[in-house]
């Protein structure tokens, strides 16, 4: 599973700060629109959540594509973090909240070529976030969850 974050808001940056400095076995909150969510792991979090293991990704993009005004035709680049344990999952007023616990950090080995393999895959998923032009499509914003 991978758990995505992006830097459109101070709440995502704080997450991608938290999962880069947090100690192992650290707990870190984080928490998704359930429109983020795929439909069918909404309805029952911690059964769709509790216990699976994920990676903790940041999206990278989010500043870019504010600051060309979402006229290009940008897409994001992701950076696999560390990897996680979903220790708790609920969903309260429409807002999936889950607690991860952190777990050891991705070595991306001494030249990028670990990096650009990552992002591949992941862009490889039909389910990863995509950056959007707000005036066509609605902008997806940053907080994501995918199978």
């Known amino acids: 599973m991978f758990i995505f974050s992006s830097t459109h808001y101070d709440l995502f940056k704080q997450n991608i ?14 928490r998704y629109e359930e429109n983020y969510v795929p439909a069918h792991l909404r309805g029952q979090p911690k059964v769709s959540f509790v216990g699976k293991n994920g990676v903790f990704v ?6 870019k594509n504010k600051e ?6 940008l897409d994001y680049r992701f950076f696999p973090i560390r990897r996680c344990k979903i220790r708790q999952a609920q969903n309260v007023a429409g807002i999936v909240i889950l607690d991860l616990e952190l ?3 991705l070595d991306y ?13 992941i862009k490889q998923n039909q389910n990863r976030p995509h950056l959007r032009n707000p005036v066509s499509d609605g902008l997806v914003k940053g907080g994501f969850l995918c199978l």
């Open 103 to 105: 777990q050891q950090f």
């Open 68 to 73: 060309s005004g979402n006229n290009q035709d």
């Open 109 to 121: 080995g001494d030249d990028n070529t670990r990096e650009k393999l990552w992002d591949s895959v």
């Open 58 to 63: 940041y999206a990278e993009g989010a500043e």
């Open 17 to 30: 700060l938290n999962a880069c400095c947090y100690p192992e076995g650290q707990l870190m909150r984080v």
